[in-house]
């Protein structure tokens, strides 16, 4: 593993991922200064704003080394950097956030007995490796049911309700017979997330924790702050640090929960952790201090965190497929912030880009 070290304005910045996430990176990026080199398997919106673009497989090792030999940090926009890519890299420089949160986050059920591990509450997980422990798993965790692929699931593919009556043979058969877990249904209010930083001395600043509602599974608008007590929130920032802490984290980090509110209170059951900047993130870059793309190139540049603070009630909208089309009529509404994000063809679930409204407190 290479030594820490700091980066200063002028150096460049990898960044692995050419999606919008990695656009607004090598934008913030910019903003401080630095030069952002973007490698990909192919060319997409973060390679209009980058100094240099590298498009090779991430399995190419040349190439690999090119990037390592014209960057002194590299990071990611995405979770499903293969584990050879990554540690390829590591070896010849600092990758932040490093190789163990990618392990730990890239498994549903590595990333749940980490959870637990730390005494952090999950839904209830079965693993399950064919269609007769499917069968075990559902008489343990009653139906309904939710079956989940192990790793490269995201906007609620790779995964299936199992109801009353739904055949279980037919159910393992429709995610392709790959390692699954299957998760107990948590009855939750409202599904929220947790946008924060570790800093390399180890300093952690959080956002206000974000309320998020999806349409047809894929984030539709978020609400800052969420709907909860404040010791709700400050338990939310808490596990979030905790699980920074104990993943020796570097970057932004995102930790999405389920809000559950019953006769016994309010509770949180984390779902899942994106070892990266996150949609619901997003308002940060009009309604905050510090965006958490300039906190992520902070954090992994080895400088200081930047403030959290909001400057009002933030609401962000995804601009999914056709609703981009609605861009004059957003520039000519005043107070509305519009981010497009440069894709070329408005294809239905397609993030094309996000408006950030900012209301008093
Ligand atoms: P995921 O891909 O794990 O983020 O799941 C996608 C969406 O499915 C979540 O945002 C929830 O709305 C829903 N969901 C996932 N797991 C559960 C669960 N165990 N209980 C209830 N709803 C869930």
Redesign the pocket.
């Known amino acids: 593993m290479a030594p820490a070290l700091s980066l200063a304005p002028g150096d460049a910045l990898g960044i692995l991922g050419s999606g919008q996430l990695g656009r607004m990176l090598a934008m913030a990026a910019a903003q401080l200064g630095l030069r952002s080199v973007v490698y990909a398997p192919e060319s997409g919106p973060a390679c209009d704003v980058a100094a240099r673009t590298i498009i090779a497989p991430y399995e190419d090792d040349a190439a690999l080394a090119e990037l390592a030999a014209c960057v002194r940090v590299v990071t990611y926009e995405f979770e499903n950097v293969p584990a050879h890519t990554a540690e390829f890299l590591a070896a010849r420089l600092p990758v932040r956030p490093g190789p163990a949160a990618l392990a730990t986050t890239q498994d549903?059920a590595v990333e749940k007995r980490f959870l637990n591990g730390q005494g952090i509450p999950t839904?209830p997980f079965l693993e399950v490796d064919d269609a007769a422990g499917l069968a075990k798993a559902l008489s343990a965790l009653g139906r309904p049911a939710?079956l989940?692929t192990r790793r490269f699931?995201?906007?609620?593919?790779?995964?299936i309700m199992i109801r009353e009556g739904m055949d279980v043979a037919q159910s393992w058969a429709a995610l392709g017979g790959v390692p699954c877990i299957l998760?107990?249904?948590?009855?939750?209010t409202r599904?929220v997330s947790v946008v924060g930083a570790r800093g390399l001395d180890g300093s952690f600043a959080a956002y206000d924790v974000c309320e998020?509602a999806?349409e047809n599974?894929i984030l539709a608008l978020t609400t800052v702050p969420a709907s909860m007590a404040p010791d709700t929130a400050a338990q939310a920032v808490a596990m979030a640090a905790r699980i920074a802490g104990a993943l020796d984290y570097v970057g932004v980090i995102s930790v999405?929960m389920?809000h559950v509110v019953d006769g016994a209170g309010e509770r949180l059951?984390v779902?899942?952790i994106a070892p990266r900047v996150h949609n619901s993130g997003h308002w940060t870059l009009d309604g905050a201090v510090t965006s958490q793309f300039d906190q992520h190139v902070r954090a992994v540049c080895g400088w200081p965190l930047g403030s959290t603070r909001r400057h009002g009630r933030v609401e962000m909208r995804n601009l999914i497929g056709h609703d981009a089309d609605g861009w004059a009529a957003l520039l000519a509404e005043p107070g509305a912030c519009l981010h497009l994000y440069g894709k070329h063809e408005a294809r239905a679930g397609r993030k094309m880009g996000h408006v950030t409204r900012i209301f008093p407190e």
Request: net charge negative; charged share 30%; proline share 4%.
């Open positions: 549903r839904a939710i989940k699931g995201y906007d609620g593919k790779g995964q998760e107990g249904l948590v009855p939750f599904e998020n999806h599974h999405e389920f059951v779902n899942e």
